[in-house]
């Protein structure tokens, strides 16, 4: 097993010298190519904040979790999705303000989890939305019930959006 230090530093160079990454998360390994300038700046930033504890950070997120509907299609007991005030103000997320999250840190940006504690299909604009953190090459990873009722084009549109990875979540099976 490799020293820490040596682990970050062989990272670090094929980061910087191969514009390439590599990682771990959500059980599975990463790898990201054609890596911009711009992230591979923050990531040195993100290690630098790290190392030296920073407790105002220097460098921008390299990973974010948006929630795309906060409201699901599962009447699970305890969860707040089913609380009556909750129901009457039920959100989306848009695909204008992730356009804007793109726009302002999407140069920064390595991954991000589309979940939370509403079903993210439930979202007439998931496609779109998965589309377009894609297009700035960043790895997307959601999760799913696996109740939503997909039909031949939904499925499709699904596979051409390029998520990266689905996970269905059995929770609260009894």
Request: with cysteine.
């Amino acid at each position: 097993m490799k020293p820490k230090n040596q682990f970050g530093l062989s990272h670090l160079l094929t980061l910087l010298f191969q514009s390439r990454l590599d990682f771990f998360s959500e059980g599975k390994y990463w790898h990201v190519h054609s890596i911009p300038m711009t992230n591979k700046w923050n990531l040195m930033l993100a290690g630098l904040d790290h190392l030296l504890r920073r407790k105002v950070a220097l460098a921008q997120p390299s990973a974010l979790m948006l929630e795309p509907a906060d409201v699901c299609n599962l009447d699970c007991t305890g969860c707040w999705t089913n609380n009556p005030d909750h129901k009457d103000r039920s959100h989306y997320l848009s695909v204008k303000h992730v356009e804007k999250i793109m726009k302002d840190l999407g140069d920064y940006l390595n991954m991000i989890l589309l979940w939370g504690w509403g079903e993210p299909f439930l979202n007439k604009n998931i496609y779109q939305i998965i589309r377009t953190v894609r297009e700035k090459n960043i790895v997307v990873i959601s999760s799913t019930n696996g109740n939503v009722r997909w039909d031949n084009r939904e499925l499709e549109e699904l596979v051409r959006s390029g998520l990266s990875k689905l996970i269905f979540a059995v929770d609260g099976m009894d």
